[in-house]
């Protein structure tokens, strides 16, 4: 059994995450989750860059973000 080794650096599973800020969903790694939790911001940064700031959690999400979605498929597309 052989583990895909070349792949690069692919964020695992990203979570989506509803920003107030555009009303959009983007793809947080858990890298960047755990810097917002550290860095006491309240805030993440998203696969585009873009700061998401989460809603309450009784908010439904909103559209996913194209940027991030670009970026993930990209990932998967690389070997
Ligand atoms: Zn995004």
């Known amino acids: 059994m052989r583990a ?3 792949a690069p650096t692919r964020p695992a599973r990203p979570i989506w995450i509803t920003s107030v800020a555009d009303d959009t969903e983007h793809a ?3 890298d960047a989750m755990a810097a917002g939790f550290t860095d006491n911001t309240g805030t993440y940064r998203a696969l585009c860059r873009a700061t998401v ?3 309450a959690m009784t908010e439904p999400p909103g559209a996913r973000c194209p940027i991030c979605r670009a970026i993930l498929r990209n990932y998967r ?3």
């Open 28 to 30: 947080v790694t858990h």
């Open 53 to 55: 700031i989460p809603p």
């Open 77 to 79: 597309r690389r070997r």
């Open 4 to 6: 895909t080794a070349s």
